[in-house]
């Protein structure tokens, strides 16, 4: 339930959520996406015949320019160098 409050799938009946000090109360899971809050399921392999690099990578796409520069921009998205310190910062080199 505090996690549906917080993520803007229920209306919490006392309180409020506040991101760095600004109100967030009600506001709806999209407006909340683009404020850098959101929520994933655990699966343990989303595109088991993807790398642990390439699911990074297109996690990351989401948040990443508009329509048409996944279009016609880098295949990557410029999310290889980030994908790479996460990979590294988790100590899954062995797996990337």
Known sequence: TLF?????????????VKLDGKLVTGLRPAE?????VSRTFQLLQ?????????NLIL???EHQGNMASRLV????AGL?????QMIG???LDHLA
């Not at 549906?4 to 409020?16: A, D, Y």
């Not at 909340?32 to 850098?36: D, E, P």
């Not at 989303?46 to 390439?54: A, D, G, I, Q, T």
């Open 4 to 16: 549906n409050c917080i993520l803007g799938q229920l209306t919490p009946s006392g309180g409020e």
């Open 32 to 36: 909340l996406n683009k404020l850098g």
């Open 46 to 54: 989303v595109f088991p015949k993807l790398s642990v690099r390439e």
């Open 59 to 61: 996690a990351g796409q």
């Open 73 to 76: 921009g880098r295949s990557d």
């Open 80 to 84: 290889t160098e980030p994908a790479n």
């Open 89 to 91: 910062f988790f100590k």
